[in-house]
Nanobody, 119 residues
Framework: QVQLVESGGGLVQAGGSLRLSCVVS????????VGWYRQAPGKQRELVAS???????NYADSAKGRFTISRDGAKNTVYLQMNSLKPEDTAVYYC?????????????WGQGTQVTVSS
């Protein structure tokens, strides 16, 4: 079944905010990190932000100061708060979890959620 489900995307004006959510399946064990990636048409998928099991965070330079990644363990959910959005943030945003399913370590991806920022 689906391992990760993203939500929260939408259309916003430049300068606006969105909060993305990623619900991670409890079938994924020993997760080492969860990351938010994005992919714009014709461009390579890129890491936006990540958070480790120890709650260490990393951000792309383009996201620093504007985006915040966090998690709620009780809800098995990772969030990406995006403020001061720019048109160049327009992309499909994907959640990725690194962990184990049935003893096999892999990267698991959600279906993506569209973020569109108008100028």
């Amino acid at each position: 079944q689906v391992q990760l489900v993203e939500s929260g995307g939408g259309l916003v004006q430049a300068g606006g905010s969105l909060r993305l959510s990623c619900v991670v399946s409890r079938n994924i064990f020993s997760i080492s990190a969860v990351g938010w990636y994005r992919q714009a048409p014709g461009k390579q998928r890129e890491l936006v932000a990540s958070i480790t099991s120890g709650d260490s965070t990393n951000y792309a330079d383009s996201a620093k100061g504007r985006f915040t990644i966090s998690r709620d363990g009780a809800k098995n959910t990772v969030y990406l708060q995006m403020n001061s959005l720019k048109p160049e943030d327009t992309a499909v945003y994907y959640c990725n979890a690194r962990g184990y399913i049935s003893g096999s370590f892999d990267n698991y991806w959600g279906q993506g959620t569209q973020v569109t920022v108008s100028s």
